[in-house]
């Protein structure tokens, strides 16, 4: 089993920043495979970026390619999502996820979820 718990999310203008964190508990973090999705309300549940149990491969949306950064270290347990150059189309629930396949991009390829943090882009 493990635990995620998302945090950072909060209320930035377009074209602002955010970083969100996702840290872990259980089994051995580096086991994983972790990715980030979104969902907006009335939509389904997207893809955002995903990051290999090591770290040295990474895959994002094509929405999110050039402005977000996924990241991770395991020595704290943690992934990250770095979120440049926002937009109100960013507006949306962001979850972590460890995962079962390498930088998958479906959510039945991942195991254990958080509990999400919303992030609001104003216009």
């Known amino acids: 089993q493990v635990q995620l718990v998302e945090s950072g999310g909060g209320l930035v203008q377009a074209g602002g920043s955010l970083r969100l964190s996702c840290a872990a508990s259980?089994?051995?973090?580096?086991?994983?495979?972790m990715g980030w999705f979104r969902q907006a309300p009335g939509k389904e549940r997207e893809f955002v970026a995903a990051?290999?149990?090591?770290?040295?491969?990474?895959k994002y949306a094509d929405s999110v390619k050039g402005r977000f950064t996924i990241s991770r270290d395991n020595a704290k347990n943690t992934v990250y999502l770095q979120m440049n150059s926002l937009k109100p189309e960013d507006t949306a629930v962001y979850y972590c996820?460890?995962?079962?396949?390498?930088?998958?991009?479906?959510?039945?390829?991942?195991?254990?979820w958080g509990q999400g943090t919303q992030v609001t882009v104003s216009s």
């Open positions: 996820a460890a995962g079962l396949v390498t930088l998958g991009a479906r959510s039945y390829e991942y195991k254990y």
């Open positions: 259980g089994r051995t973090f580096s086991n994983y495979p």
């Open positions: 990051i290999s149990n090591s770290g040295g491969s990474t």
